[in-house]
């Protein structure tokens, strides 16, 4: 379980970074959908961590925040660059 938790939290970044040398909002906004999936699954992992008694309820609870606002704000930029492809039309 370390391994795929350390390969989907990294995925979320990386996800974004890779859209860095693109030029469309379509791309960025496929990219962060893409990391919003990586987020969701890191959500699910911390979950099954605390669940089977790998961290206690405060350390699960630091990193599940820091995920939600992270996908907080993947879920803003989404919003926005999807508006405004729809505003270009």
């Known amino acids: 379980m370390t391994g795929q938790l350390r390969r989907a939290v990294v995925s979320v970044p ?6 860095c040398g693109r030029n469309s909002d ?8 893409i990391s919003m ?3 969701s ?4 992992l911390l979950l ?3 669940d089977w008694g790998y961290w206690d309820e405060g350390t699960y609870e630091r990193y599940a925040t820091g995920m939600m606002e992270i996908k907080r704000m993947l879920a ?3 919003m926005t660059l ?3 492809l ?3 039309r």
């Open 37 to 39: 999936g990586s987020a």
């Open 14 to 19: 990386t996800n974004v970074a890779e859209d």
């Open 76 to 78: 803003g930029l989404i």
């Open 26 to 33: 379509g791309d960025l906004a496929r990219f962060l959908e």
């Open 48 to 50: 099954l961590a605390r």
């Open 86 to 88: 729809i505003a270009d």
């Open 82 to 84: 999807k508006a405004k």
């Open 41 to 44: 699954e890191v959500e699910y």
